[in-house]
């Protein structure tokens, strides 16, 4: 397939080439909507568990959610500091869901920052609002997803996630069903899940796919030029 690109040289075209394209496991719009009605609606809402874990589950649910919109890598989501996310200035009324994320550079894989634009303010409010429930109100230079248990107010761990992703992928029965599949899910695949969304309904440019989702060209197509184009948009709407 080939694709052409605007540069400041010019137009160019680029052959993705569809025999090359190594598998990546991620899961269907119809899996997804299962992952988060149930954590929405049973992990959320579990009998007997403590108002302390309920609030570190809400938490946990909404940043599924902030992964599926943003297509960051886990080390920059839990990096991600609350000066880095900001309303989008084109927003003069302040009534749109989008917002914008500075990705650092010293917290990006590439050590390049980028700006990502997603439909996040909700979850971003109600993950401040289970803080706050929590007795632990954000500060401006505080990790988005710090530890509240933690005295230094340290970001999570990568395996503290990875556990609770575990857990539900289990309780919510979809393990069976993607080891029935032959997949392998995890916590990272949110990233190829936003990416190959975006090029399978997306009618977004190679380039500024790239450039969001802070890879090459190159790698995209190394990746993902086998999934067939249909349209939507880059900030596509997901629940969670």
């Not at 992964?67 to 000066?83: D, F, P, V």
């Not at 009324?93 to 634009?117: C, F, H, P, Q, Y």
């Not at 954000?138 to 005295?151: A, S």
């Not at 399978?200 to 990746?223: E, H, N, W």
Request: glycine share 4%; proline share 4%; charged share 30%.
């Amino acid at each position: 397939m080939k694709v052409e690109i605007t540069t400041t040289l010019g137009p160019i075209t680029v052959e993705l080439n569809q025999d090359k394209a190594p598998k990546k496991d991620i899961l269907t719009r119809k899996q997804y909507e299962k992952l988060w009605r149930y954590c929405q609606y049973k992990y959320c809402l579990e009998k007997g568990i403590d108002d302390a874990e309920k609030q570190k589950r809400i938490i946990f649910t909404k940043t599924i959610g902030l992964q599926a919109n943003l297509g960051t890598r886990i080390k920059e989501i839990l990096g991600l500091r609350m000066s880095e996310i900001y309303e989008n200035p084109t927003d003069k009324k302040n009534d749109n869901d989008v917002m914008l994320v500075e990705i650092r550079a010293t917290n990006s894989k590439t050590g390049k920052s980028r700006k990502i634009a997603a439909p996040i303010k909700k979850r971003i409010e109600t993950i401040k609002k289970a803080y706050e429930a929590l007795g632990k109100k954000h500060q401006p230079n505080d990790y988005l997803l710090f530890n509240p248990t933690k005295e230094d107010r340290r970001h999570y761990t990568r395996e503290q996630i990875t556990k609770r992703f575990r857990y539900v992928l289990k309780a919510s029965g979809l393990k069976e069903e993607l080891d029935a599949e032959g997949k392998n899910i995890t916590f990272y695949c949110f990233r190829h899940q936003w990416i190959t969304w975006r090029i399978r309904y997306g009618d977004v440019p190679i380039a500024i796919l790239a450039k969001a989702a802070g890879t090459s060209i190159q790698m995209i197509d190394a990746t993902y030029s086998h999934i067939p184009v249909s349209y939507t948009h880059l900030t596509l709407p997901t629940k969670a």
